[in-house]
């Protein structure tokens, strides 16, 4: 079946440090591919999205680019505040409907 | 526009129990789905529903169960409680109905089986 694999964390950075957050996946065709963010106390929010092969996602200085060659997609930002704190969650969906599956998250933690 | 409703928020029962939580999607938005989040299981998909049917379902046992209504909120029950259980239960609901779209999920019901 399909699956996610996300490095482990948690993951500590200074602030203005890069950031990069790993992300593989195992699927067959041609899944979509997705970065969900979850703050303290809340569900999740989508922070961006590729639905295929080189797309690029992006939003809020966050970036990801769908690699269909080595099965990634990695979570990049260049320079990282204290307000991005949370957990990240990269997921697929096969597209056959609205069925996520998720990686295991990954802690980022921001210091000033 | 309004976001995507859970109630309870939290919930506390025992062994044995049983429980229903309610989802009420975006306006608009016919398919919901239901996750469960634990420590270490992390996040599952549980089931799906589109138009009042069930067109997903996760690798749990039958004690899990859910139904949507024709205004698409939805509820799922979880019988005979086990302390396994305990977990934050997140809705989401979606637009489209395929195809990589973006599901916009709810606070979660944060169940304690105790």
């Known amino acids: 079946g399909d699956s996610v694999t996300q490095m482990e964390g948690p993951v500590t950075l200074s602030e203005e440090a890069f950031l990069t957050i790993n992300c593989t996946y195992t699927a067959t065709g041609y899944p979509s591919l997705f970065w969900y963010v979850q703050y303290p106390g809340e569900g999740l929010q989508l922070l961006l999205k590729a639905t295929k092969a080189d797309d690029k996602g992006s939003n809020k200085g966050f970036e990801a680019t769908y690699r269909k060659e080595t099965t990634s997609f990695h979570l990049e930002k260049g320079s990282v505040q204290v307000s991005d704190s949370a957990v990240y969650f990269c997921a697929l969906s096969d597209n056959a409907g609205n069925m996520l599956t998720f990686g295991g998250g990954t802690r980022l933690m921001v210091k000033p | 526009k309004a976001g995507v409703t859970q109630t309870p928020r939290y919930l506390i029962k025992t062994r044995g129990q049983q429980v229903t939580l309610s989802c009420s999607p975006i306006s608009g938005h016919r398919s919901v789905s239901w996750y469960q989040q634990t420590p270490g299981q992390g996040l599952q998909f549980l089931f799906e529903?589109?138009?009042?049917?069930?067109?997903n379902k996760g690798n749990f046992p039958g004690r899990f169960s859910g139904r949507q209504f024709s205004n698409s909120r939805s509820e799922m029950n979880v019988s005979t409680l086990e302390l396994g259980d305990s977990a934050l239960y997140l809705c989401a609901s979606s637009l489209a109905t395929s195809g990589g779209p973006e599901q916009f999920f709810g606070p979660g019901t944060r169940l304690t089986v105790l």
């Open positions: 529903y589109f138009s009042e049917t069930q067109r």
